[in-house]
């Protein structure tokens, strides 16, 4: 599993690989939320699954949700992963 | 005002069409190719076929989703949906139709399905026997379902009239199209209808192998129907969506062509066996004879029929006894063309890609070609047109079957400008 801190350049990865943004798509805005982005609750599932297949992380689903925005994600990621290294 | 029940005076005609097949895209391509006789059948490329018995479809080479649609849009969808996206945004443009400008209310999406979305489903299924539950992709849940084209046509055009889809397999192009008209019927003004199918992938063609009505024949050629030597039939991908819309909603648009009109429907089931061919033709000749009754014209009033075509021997005999059985006389006489064998088999867009045939028929007054068949069968007595013909078309019938014994015939009728009624011919609505 990847050990490096969770980034923007991550998530931007993520966003154009699975969810199917162009690169010019996605903001360098960190405040703006997913569904400001125009992602719905499902493209948010597929970034959960994504973070749970390749970073390890695990989201309950009442945590994933729309109106988080792309650096309270990338926050909550490094945070999850700390928790999960501590336990 | 929309009703329960058709509301007398409405008449639904046909106002657009966008196909995608494999032997065009677009409706110029597509129709310069079915008039020359070029076929879109070959040897399957888009896996590798060898270890199968099927070997040869009717692809679609050089499409490209996003010529159509959005990355995201591509990235949640099926094949089999982009292509529904791509023929409605033809037919939307071939009836200088905009949504934006309508009612969202008064527009309806009715189209059929027979498979759904084959390879992103099989893709994610993989990932499920792989990898386990948690790798399957959000997107499978909306991706891989039979309702998956109509909805992503609502979605994209704002559609929100009464919407559904039909399963029905090879009927369902025209079980859609009279649902369509039904709606238009009770009231509502357009329906984007018709269907698709991409059903050219490994899983998707071992389910179909399982019928045993494929050909094994590894030749263009192999799809003959009504031949002595028919082999069974190819597979195809692609289909037709249409715009049906009430004749009164065409006049206030200001519609100059419109290609032609609904004019009648019948449909019944053989209630025999979900794959075997039935033992008697009476209900494809009972579909065929309900349609013309709905039409309120004699059989000698067919200018035309596109023919099911099954390409296998016993249910191409039971098509050539329906036709004579409904048609009487006038069944040895008519011309009869099955244009799929240009394209393959294509499911759930095989019919509406012979209405639309249908339509440029008439519109063209050419019939198009029935390919590869070589000698009828003595028991196949019909006149099977073997090279595009000149013919003035007005009214034309198109016949199609499904796995699990659906039979549907479809009456068309051409309206030209001079056949537009004016003011004082239309009730109120």
Known sequence: MNEAPFTYDDI????????????????DDLSISFVELGMDS????????TL????????????AHVAVSLQEAIDYVNRQRQLDRVV | MITSMPQRGRRAVITGVGVVAPNGIGNDAWWAATTAGTSGIGRITRFDPSRYTTQFAGEVDGFDALDYIERRLKMQTDRWTWMGLAATSMALDDASFRPAEHDPYSMSVITASSSGGNEFGQVEIQKLWAK???????????????????????????????????????????DALAHGRRAVLRGIATVVSGGVEAPIGPYALTCQM????????????????????ATGYVPGEGGAILLVESLESARRRGVREIYGEILGYGATHDGHHPWACPPHAAQLTRAITLALRDARIEPDEVDVVFADGAGSRGWDELEARALHAALGNHAAVVPISVPKTMTGRLYAGGASLDVAAA???MRHGLIPPTVHVDRLAPDCALNIVRTSQRADVRTALVVARGYGGFNSALVLRRMRAADIPNDNDLEDQ
């Open chain 1, 12 to 27: 931007k990865h993520i966003l154009v690989e699975r969810i199917g943004f162009l690169e010019s798509e996605v903001p």
């Open chain 2, 132 to 174: 386990g539950a948690s790798h399957v992709g959000a997107y499978q849940s909306i991706a891989w379902f039979y309702a998956a084209t109509t909805g992503q046509i609502s979605i994209s055009h704002g559609m929100k009239g009464a919407s559904g889809v039909v399963v029905s397999e090879g009927a369902g192009g025209l």
């Open chain 1, 52 to 63: 749970q297949q390749d970073y390890g992380v695990t989201i309950p689903d009442g945590d």
């Open chain 1, 42 to 49: 499902l493209a948010v599932v597929e970034l959960q699954l």
């Open chain 2, 210 to 229: 399982a019928t045993g009505r494929l050909s094994s024949v590894k030749d263009k050629t192999a799809y003959r129907p009504f031949d002595g030597q």
């Open chain 2, 359 to 361: 339509l440029f028929t």
